[in-house]
Structure formats: C-alpha cells, structure tokens
C-alpha cells in the first residue's frame, strides 16, 4: 500500500515472466547443442519448444504495447519519454526474434550442428538485448505500473495474451512462467485462474509440461 493508501499492484508476476524468458534463452545454446548432427526428430522437438517460448515473448510485448503502455502513458504524462523508449525497444527486439525464428526453422530442416550453432547464437543475442530491455523494464516502468495501474488493468494483460494463443499446447508457456514464480505468486494465480486454464493445468497439461521440460533439458 502506498502512502496515501492506495492499494499498489505486486508486479512480480511479470518480473516472473521476465525471469522466464533469461533462463530459457540462456539455457537454449546448452540444450541446441544435445541434438546430434542430422536428428531432425529431437531438432524439430526443441525448435517446437522455442517456437513456444518466441510466441509468449511475442504474446507478452504485445500485450504491453496495446493495453499497458497506453494506460500508462495517459496516466503519467511526464514519463512518455521512458515509455516511447520502451516501446521502441520492443520493436527493435522483434527483429532479433526473427532471426532466431529464422535460424531455428533452418535447424529444424536439417538438424545440423552448424544451424544449431547458428540457432543458438542467435538465441544469445537475442538474450542479450532482451535483458537489458526487462531490467529497464523492471528498474523504471514496473514501480510505476504499481501505483497507477487497477488490479482489474494488470489482470487484462496475461488474459490478453492467452486470449490470442492457437496451439495446442497452452500448458507450455504457462508453465514457463508458473516455475519462475515465487511459491507464494504461483499459488496465488492458481488459486485464481478461470476454470478453464485451471482444469488445463490440473487435468493434464502439468504432467505434459514437465515430461516436455525433461526431454528438452534432458533431465
């Protein structure tokens, strides 16, 4: 709560999501590099995994950019500035995304140790400069959010996100999330996610999640 006792928003669901993306970008070289020259099986499993991951970062930004940034740029004018720069970032990090889709596409085809390598080098720059992005983001924007933004508001982003989603494997970036959250955070959301995504994770997708997360980190 705040000083004049408005009730502040706890942002560590996104700081979560934020820790998401680092440590899966981070862990991708490791894990591009168990793939045997020419298997396409286990190439074409763990591009299916980024394509996942690439699709919450995508997912995550433009929720940002349609329902957050507006908000706050409305609400605090004197920071437009930070959130112009944001805002741009996000468009330069969607050239970096590219690329790796790109290069993982290649290595999906031919399951080759240099298009894995290409693919994995692609992942470190992207990393790169994602991070510098989120601790901005982090730093800046949420302490901000926290005390301008509804609780009904910060709800409408990940619903957003999920909103726009057309795979079938929902439990995969939702699950990305859930291990990077505090025990506290994740047992929150859970005990309040719609009915749906409750039975999807309950009824199957936790499993499936840490079954997939085994074979691309070859626990």
């Given at each position: 709560?705040?000083?004049?006792?408005q009730v502040l928003i706890d942002t560590r669901d996104m700081v979560a999501v934020h820790d998401a993306f680092k440590r899966a970008l981070g862990d991708a070289p490791s894990q591009?590099?168990?793939?045997?020259?020419?298997?396409?099986?286990?190439?074409?499993?763990?591009?299916?995994?980024?394509?996942?991951?690439?699709?919450?970062?995508?997912?995550?930004?433009?929720?940002?950019?349609?329902?957050?940034?507006?908000?706050?740029?409305?609400?605090?004018?004197?920071?437009?500035?930070?959130?112009?720069?944001?805002?741009?970032?996000?468009?330069?990090?969607?050239?970096?995304?590219?690329?790796?889709?790109?290069?993982?596409?290649?290595?999906?085809?031919?399951?080759?140790?240099?298009?894995?390598?290409?693919?994995?080098?692609?992942?470190?720059?992207?990393?790169?400069?994602?991070?510098?992005?989120?601790?901005?983001?982090?730093?800046?924007?949420?302490?901000?959010?926290?005390?301008?933004?509804?609780?009904?508001?910060?709800?409408?982003?990940?619903?957003?996100?999920?909103?726009?989603?057309?795979?079938?494997?929902?439990?995969?970036?939702?699950?990305?999330?859930?291990?990077?959250?505090?025990?506290?955070?994740?047992?929150?959301?859970?005990?309040?996610?719609?009915?749906?995504?409750?039975?999807?994770?309950?009824?199957?997708?936790?499993?499936?999640?840490?079954?997939?997360?085994?074979?691309?980190?070859?626990?």
């Amino acid at each position: 709560m705040s000083a004049d006792g408005q009730v502040l928003i706890d942002t560590r669901d996104m700081v979560a999501v934020h820790d998401a993306f680092k440590r899966a970008l981070g862990d991708a070289p490791s894990q591009l590099a168990l793939v045997d020259d020419g298997d396409t099986l286990r190439a074409g499993r763990v591009v299916d995994y980024l394509a996942e991951l690439l699709w919450l970062l995508h997912a995550h930004h433009d929720a940002e950019d349609e329902l957050l940034y507006p908000i706050l740029s409305e609400r605090v004018p004197e920071e437009r500035e930070l959130f112009s720069r944001m805002d741009a970032q996000h468009a330069s990090l969607s050239t970096s995304i590219r690329a790796v889709e790109s290069a993982a596409d290649r290595f999906k085809t031919s399951g080759s140790i240099v298009d894995g390598r290409d693919c994995a080098d692609a992942c470190d720059l992207l990393r790169g400069a994602l991070g510098e992005h989120l601790d901005e983001e982090e730093k800046e924007v949420l302490p901000i959010a926290a005390q301008c933004v509804t609780p009904v508001e910060w709800g409408a982003l990940p619903a957003h996100a999920i909103s726009h989603y057309h795979g079938t494997r929902i439990w995969l970036p939702f699950g990305l999330v859930l291990e990077a959250m505090p025990d506290d955070v994740r047992e929150d959301l859970l005990a309040h996610v719609p009915p749906p995504v409750s039975q999807m994770w309950f009824g199957g997708g936790s499993t499936a999640f840490a079954n997939e997360m085994a074979f691309v980190r070859e626990a």
